[in-house]
């Protein structure tokens, strides 16, 4: 590390791309269908936006980059590699850099990986979601589990030592016994990291028809929704989990994944030792982050802001115009100063989510004053309730703490 290095600020890059092969049933994720023509004008006008991002930036060093979507490996791979060359010539990314890539198995070819690699990508997220084909087909994922399986195994053949998959539970007509398999199929291939998600049912979805509020049968406010109340079988639509299997799911999966030597570092996110994700905790421990591309969102010196989200009016920007500024303004819309106070709900709500929980040291470097002094009664009362632990100097959620953390995190609102 230069001293120019140690002397710059850490930053996190996030890039959007909003594209799919085909909209899943439950995704309520910007993105959306469209043709390669759009893929190739779209990569052209993000790269002129990152060089425009990138002049105000250079006091930051780039210590992860995340490409998330949507789908980036629907991108044919020369696109991802223009993107990656304009952050290079554009940020300073430190040579240790974390570099993630999204990838869905029904879209990524062996030659992809190649290209990734030679990118410096040395992270894969592989979405997998469930090894059980009937329960992708219900989700409306475009790959089976066997593309998963030779995905993973180009991807080791590749050289790619940091591979994490994302798993789905909660899935329609998902059993306890199916969600062991996926498990078990899944350990055995020992990616280096798992994330574990319940199903949402989000307004504006398929799902939202079948099994939200309104959806026959239900009864208002008692659909799977995000509080997760009650469950609904749909004619011609398998059942939901029901909440007691919900749970059973939940803590199994704790427990089976730590038999693996996978340790559980967030609520939903589990590694083997040293390879939690670099990108998610520094998201978590409020490193500046930067979004990049159609509708990303932005953390910078304490202010929030996010990218224009509609496609025509963001490929109607004119990066050219002036220095650009102006353009980025118009970018990035109205922008939101955190106060004092929100600040310090952020830094509860974020860190809390972790399972080394937040530093009371850290707090009052951060803000001047005691975590005590702000949180005292609060943080009494939920020890007493055995929601919260006090370790050293840290104060962390418990397993009974992180089981209602929706809950346990709201008390903190100032
Ligand atoms: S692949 Fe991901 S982003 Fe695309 S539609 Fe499915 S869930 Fe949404």
Not at 265 to 278: A, D, K, Q, T, V
Not at 302 to 323: K, P, Q, T
Not at 363 to 378: D, E, I, N, Q, R
């Amino acid at each position: 590390m230069t001293r120019d290095d140690r002397q710059s600020k850490p930053l996190e890059l996030y890039i959007h791309i909003p594209f799919c092969e085909k909209k899943c049933n439950y995704c309520d994720f910007l993105s959306f269908r469209a043709l390669p023509q759009l893929h190739r004008e779209y990569t052209k006008q993000l790269c002129r936006e990152i060089r425009t991002a990138g002049r105000g930036m250079e006091n930051y060093r780039v210590v992860t980059i995340f490409i998330g979507g949507g789908t980036p490996s629907v991108f044919e791979p020369v696109l991802i590699r223009q993107i990656m060359e304009a952050v290079g010539e554009n940020f300073r990314v430190a040579p240790e850099a974390e570099v993630t890539i999204e990838v869905n198995p029904g879209t990524l070819l062996k030659n992809k990986l190649a290209v990734y690699r030679d990118c410096k990508i040395n992270r894969l997220s592989i979405g997998l979601q469930s090894a059980d084909n009937r329960e992708l087909a219900w989700l409306g994922r475009i790959h089976s589990y066997e593309d998963f399986l030779k995905t993973f195994q180009y991807a080791r053949m590749e050289g790619f030592s940091n591979i994490s998959v994302d798993l789905m539970s909660g899935i329609p007509g998902q059993t306890f016994d199916s969600w062991k398999n996926t498990l078990k199929k899944v350990t055995m291939l020992k990616p280096e990291h798992i994330s574990a998600y319940s199903l949402i049912v989000e307004e504006g979805t398929p799902f939202w028809e079948v099994y939200g509020p309104k959806a026959e049968g239900g009864k208002s406010g008692q659909g799977r929704t995000k509080d997760r109340e009650g469950e609904r079988p749909a004619a011609g639509w398998p059942a939901l989990p029901d909440e007691d299997m919900e749970y059973k799911i939940y803590s199994f999966t704790r427990t089976y994944l730590a038999g693996q030597g996978y340790g559980r570092y967030e609520i939903s996110n589990y590694s083997r030792p040293g390879w939690e994700c670099r990108h998610n905790i520094g998201y978590w421990t409020e490193v500046p982050y930067l979004g990049l591309g159609l509708g990303a969102s932005s953390y910078v010196m304490g202010c929030r802001f996010r990218n224009e989200s509609d496609i025509e009016s963001y490929m109607a920007l004119d990066f050219s115009a002036g220095d650009g500024g102006e353009t980025l303004e118009a970018l990035h819309g109205p922008v939101q100063k955190l106060s004092r106070e929100e600040r310090m709900e952020e830094f509860m709500f974020l860190g809390l989510r972790m399972v080394q929980g937040v530093s009371e040291l850290d707090f009052a470097a951060m803000f001047g004053v005691k975590l005590t002094s702000v949180y005292g009664p609060v943080l009494e009362r939920l020890k007493k309730d055995g929601l919260v632990k006090q370790e050293g100097t840290r104060i962390a959620l418990t397993e009974w703490g992180m089981d209602v953390s929706n809950f346990v995190l709201s008390e903190f609102l100032l």
